[in-house]
């Protein structure tokens, strides 16, 4: 009596040669393509500032603040607070916005309101 099973077995294989063979060429197709740069240098002598004073950005800024009831602050480069308004007319401003920026030539002026 033959008690053996009629399945034969299969015996199954990883052939890892066209893996190999895939990895060889993207090898060779990215040493191909790449291209090796060579970065040109100038040299630069940069200008040197001659005077001995330096500019404070700090100078040239007028803050608005603006609350969320609608009142206005303003600050000037003299100013340590800002100066509340008495009102929030456009001539209280105006006028606020004039003293503070007296000495000033092009100002910029940075205007912080309230999310509301």
């Known amino acids: 009596m033959n008690f053996r099973s009629r399945q034969s077995e299969v015996e199954t294989d990883i052939n890892l040669t066209p893996l190999i063979d895939v990895v060889f060429l993207l090898l060779i197709f990215f ?3 790449t291209t090796f740069s060579k970065e040109a240098q100038i040299k630069l002598q940069l200008p040197e500032a001659t005077s001995a004073e330096k500019a404070n950005p700090e100078e040239r800024f007028l803050t608005i603040q603006i609350t969320e009831f609608g009142e206005y602050a303003v600050k000037g480069p003299d100013d340590e ?4 308004l008495i009102n929030s007319s456009h001539k209280t401003l105006q006028r606020t916005l004039k003293q503070a920026a007296r000495n000033m ?12």
């Open 81 to 84: 607070e800002p100066r509340e």
């Open 31 to 33: 040493m191909v393509t």
């Open 105 to 116: 030539v092009d100002p910029i002026v940075v205007i912080r309101a309230d999310r509301q």
